[in-house]
């Protein structure tokens, strides 16, 4: 049973770029959550996922940050117009049906913006 | 903000027990504690998760204190390997994301 997949590893953007992550849940997972990790930082909640809705968005910034989780494929985490303080690792979580405390999480995406 | 503290960092000898602390003193009775942890900017792993009875795994061992507003996670034998950011979360059966604090930097010394 694979693990949570997230691609790219590593994505390099120039400022005003737009970026895109993806992650793929373990198999049968229903729940994906993002979170971003800025250097020496801890893990810090971006949004709740499940199939085709958001649960929760209370992490996510007001403007230029979106995400979706649509009925076949990954989810994706969307930036438009990163700026240099965007530069972080975004790490992805999922977990089966109502057991959102159990969360098993991906490799991350390093996100460099230049 | 998270609902733990943890001491910022702490060594342990190869071989030894690393007993890492962790204070939860506004916990609430439905609210289990969790432990991850971090190696060198990979994601999180889980190690080991309990409500008020200590639990024991393959990786770990916890301790919750009786009044529950404090725990220890026990690595019996530590690795370099164990050599990692350690996280102590709170979260309730109904929660929905974890908070994560700063955590333990362990080192683990040959």
């Known amino acids: 049973n694979a693990g949570v997949m997230q691609n790219p590893r590593h994505l390099v953007r120039r400022r005003g770029q737009e970026a895109r992550l993806r992650c793929s849940p373990m198999?049968?997972?229903?729940?994906v959550y993002w979170y971003r990790q800025l250097p020496e930082e801890g893990l810090k909640f971006m949004v709740y996922?499940?199939?085709?809705?958001?649960?929760?968005e209370s992490g996510m910034p007001k403007e230029r940050f979106s995400a979706e989780f649509p009925k076949e494929g990954p989810s994706i985490l969307r930036i438009q117009q990163v700026v240099r303080g965007d530069s972080a690792a975004y790490f992805c979580?999922?977990?089966?049906?109502?057991?959102?405390?159990?969360?098993?999480f991906g490799p991350g995406t390093r996100l460099t913006v230049t | 903000d998270a609902k733990t503290t943890q001491p910022t960092s702490m060594d342990c000898a190869e071989g030894r027990a690393a007993n890492l602390p962790c204070n939860h003193s506004?916990?609430?009775?439905?609210?289990?504690v969790y432990w991850y942890r971090q190696i060198h900017s990979q994601g999180p792993q889980y190690i080991i998760h309990?409500?008020?009875n200590n639990e024991t795994n393959e990786m770990a061992s916890l301790i919750i204190t009786e009044d529950r507003k404090s725990s220890t996670l026990i690595l019996p034998h530590a690795t370099l390997r164990d050599t990692a950011v350690y996280y102590c979360?709170?979260?309730?059966?109904?929660?929905?994301?974890?908070?994560f604090g700063p955590g333990t930097r362990l080192s683990v010394l040959p």
């Open positions: 198999k049968g997972h229903s729940h």
């Open positions: 996922l499940q199939k085709e809705n958001i649960i929760d």
């Open positions: 979360i709170v979260l309730g059966p109904n929660g929905q994301n974890f908070v």
């Open positions: 506004t916990i609430s009775g439905n609210e289990y």
């Open positions: 309990g409500l008020k």
């Open positions: 979580a999922s977990s089966p049906p109502g057991l959102a405390y159990e969360q098993y």
